[in-house]
């Protein structure tokens, strides 16, 4: 286990391996992690390979996780006290809602309904991104905010991801306002598809083990600290997002055309 001085335990909460949308295998992230001395949550979209695997080892502090990309825009960050618990959840929850491009959009999984499958699982759930992307809607705060979400989405939350390396200042600093509002814990991570980005973005808790580093987080022990990528670093990963995004084109491009189809019925 990675642990810094005087008893913190930290980890970059929030990066991505070629489970699903980066090139970076886990292997070289787990040495870099371990030479950078800090933990990781694996946190591939809708994937779990990766996580589990990390957990084999006892050289990184691993938290074990995953990036939920909902049916209806947002996606949510889910960290589970136990691998197991996690991929038995991806089993009988995730797996039978896969699009044909598995990272994309869930089929049959609005954030409401995921956050029904979650209840009592041994789990954290929070929001990646609140404010989104370039304007879309992979974000709660950002959907809440245009009407297409309740507020009562974000009360059932454990926190928000205040800073996300891919995002402007701007927009973390509208999400930190947001977690403080509605009383959530804060988390922080690079949203890393690239080796480099792994620890610039860490969250920290004093704390011993996984256990006691997600109870931080719930009772709003922590300590976020990096910076937001600034825009080569973002171009960088835009392109390599893209590149990896064209090994799946067909099928991605059809994930897609489904998901804006059910999003025009929705409006009718």
């Not at 970076?24 to 591939?44: F, H, I, K, N, S």
């Not at 995953?66 to 009988?92: C, K, N």
């Not at 004093?206 to 987080?217: M, P, Q, T, V």
């Not at 719930?218 to 080569?232: I, P, Q, Y």
Request: charged share 20%; proline share 4%; glycine share 10%.
């Amino acid at each position: 286990m990675a642990l810094t001085t005087d008893g913190w335990c930290c980890a970059d909460l929030h990066f991505h391996t070629n489970c699903s949308d980066s090139f970076t295998a886990l292997p070289q992230a787990l040495r870099l992690a371990e030479r950078r001395g800090t933990g990781m949550a694996v946190t591939d979209h809708n994937l779990v390979s990766a996580a589990a695997q990390a957990v084999r080892q006892d050289r990184v502090f691993i938290v074990p996780g995953m990036e939920i990309s909902t049916t209806d825009g947002p996606h949510l960050l889910v960290y589970f006290y136990d691998a197991r618990d996690l991929v038995s959840f991806w089993q009988t929850q995730i797996r039978p809602r896969l699009a044909s491009c598995p990272w994309l959009a869930l089929e049959d999984g609005p954030t409401a309904r995921i956050l029904d499958l979650l209840e009592g699982e041994p789990c954290l759930v929070g929001a990646a991104h609140p404010m989104g992307y370039l304007g879309n809607r992979k974000g709660v705060e950002v959907c809440i905010r245009h009407g297409l979400l309740s507020p009562a989405v974000a009360e059932r939350l454990d926190f928000y991801e205040v800073i996300c390396g891919g995002m402007t200042r701007k927009a973390n600093k509208t999400a930190l306002d947001a977690a403080q509002r509605y009383g959530l814990g804060r988390t922080g991570g690079t949203d890393g598809h690239l080796l480099s980005d792994l620890g610039h973005v860490v969250t920290a808790v004093r704390a011993d083990d996984l256990e006691g580093f997600l109870n931080g987080i719930l009772s709003g022990r922590t300590f976020v600290r990096g910076e937001e990528k600034n825009l080569l670093r973002k171009a960088e990963t835009g392109s390599a997002s893209c590149a990896r995004f064209m090994e799946h084109l067909p099928s991605a491009s059809y994930c897609q055309l489904q998901h804006v189809g059910r999003v025009l019925r929705r409006q009718r």
